[in-house]
């Protein structure tokens, strides 16, 4: 597998960050799935959303071992949002990309591996996801990984799976 690291986003990469998430969700398009489409034209609520999670120090450039910028990934502690108040230690997972030139080759788990060793290392029980229901393809990604679905919620923008894997 190819070594990853984690390089904090700033709120000067917001541009580049709205850029990675309109590139996923032209691809997601391109794939007839109606999921994260509004990453297109974003509503200010998922801007701020965004401004936020960087300013909080949530957001990751994940770069390969030459330094070449592969993707990106949000880190929570807590994700009161889609997974409400909880008494477990874990780490909450969003807006995992990986870009499109990098698709296929094992990226995806292995920044979900990288994750869930940080969160070993700060004695959290579980990593905890979401993915939008109309999406499938995804939500079976994630159960092929070892994530389980505990339950389905609906927020404005569309219906979630909540996934969670013990760590190991």
């Not at 000067?12 to 794939?31: C, G, Q, T, W």
């Not at 994700?79 to 990309?97: C, E, R």
């Amino acid at each position: 597998m190819t070594d990853i690291t984690f390089r904090q986003i700033g709120v000067k990469d917001l541009p580049l960050v709205l850029s990675l998430l309109r590139e996923a969700a032209e691809k997601i398009h391109r794939m007839q799935i109606d999921h994260w489409q509004y990453w297109k034209n974003p509503p200010q609520e998922k801007v701020l959303w965004i401004e936020e999670g960087i300013k909080n120090g949530e957001f990751f450039f994940v770069d390969d071992h030459a330094n070449n910028n592969i993707g990106m990934v949000r880190m929570l502690r807590e994700d009161l949002l889609y997974w409400g108040k909880q008494k477990d230690k874990a780490i909450y997972v969003h807006s995992l990309i990986v870009k499109e030139a990098y698709n296929g080759k094992g990226i995806g788990q292995r920044i979900l591996e990288e994750i869930a060793h940080k969160a070993k290392n700060k004695d959290c029980q579980y990593l905890r996801l979401d993915s939008d229901s109309k999406n499938p393809k995804l939500c079976k990604y994630y159960e092929n990984l070892g994530f389980i679905k505990v339950e389905v919620i609906d927020l404005p923008l569309s219906r979630y799976n909540l996934y969670e894997r013990k760590v190991q």
